[in-house]
């Protein structure tokens, strides 16, 4: 039997150098295609024994009643559950039942009507616990009306605002008085007592500049602009604002309160937080009885 030549060797050893390098390639593609399967199995199996984490760009679904907030930067973030009716009424009813029973303890306990730092030291305890109650109702969340922590460039901010809504409001009171002729002093009988002596202006310094503006901040801007805010800021503010000055009285301290009110609820939507307008409520009441102490 004749031994077998081949033809052309070189056309040979090419054939098989070509079949070789396709099936080494092809068992590259093969593997590759399976680690890819493999990675993506892992990464659904990770998702599905962790639920992901909701992201600060995606906003929540309004059905979670997930509150959002815009900070200075523009970003959106979760706050916590969101405010509605449902707490502002139940902090108005709250409101007038702690300081209805407020007042008639203290008139029980005292045998007459309660000083004027007393009652407004009781008034301010009922707006705290109203606000409790309506927080603890539902939501359950201190951030929901603004109890958080922020940062110290936004106290400072605050205290700067509420300088400037003293002067601001200064300049109105003094107009005021000019064109109508009225120089009675508002709200007399806080006056009396923080220019009578020191410890009257110790007691109105520590209960109207420190302890009211917190419960009123916390009532106003806490519950009240947040459960406002899903209309809008310009509604929120104002409709707030306009509640927070009728509850100062028709004096010229409405208009005083009005901006007062403006000023921290823009305050509270930058920041995020109910401090730095509780700063400025503190600053502009000291400053208000601080001057009356020292001029009156």
Known sequence: MAAFTDPNPVLRNRFAYLIREFAVRTRIRAAGRWLLRALRSGKRQDSEAQPAAPTEAAAPPTDARASTRTDPAGHRRRDGPALGWTELGIAIVSLLALSVLAGSAATLILGHEPATLLALLLDTGAAV???????AARVRSLAAVGLKRVDGRWIRIGAAWGVLVWLLNAALLVGYMALTDDWSLPQP???????????????VLFVCALLAPFGEELLFRGVGYGAL????????????SVVFGLAHGFSVVLPAALVLGVVAALLYERSGSIWPAVTAHVVNNAIVFMVAAIFL
């Open 129 to 135: 616990g109203a606000v409790s109650i309506a927080v």
């Open 189 to 203: 009988w806080l006056t009396d007592v923080a220019t009578g002596s020191v410890p009257g202006l110790i007691g």
């Open 229 to 240: 805010r899903r209309y809008g800021v310009f509604v929120a503010a104002a409709g707030s």
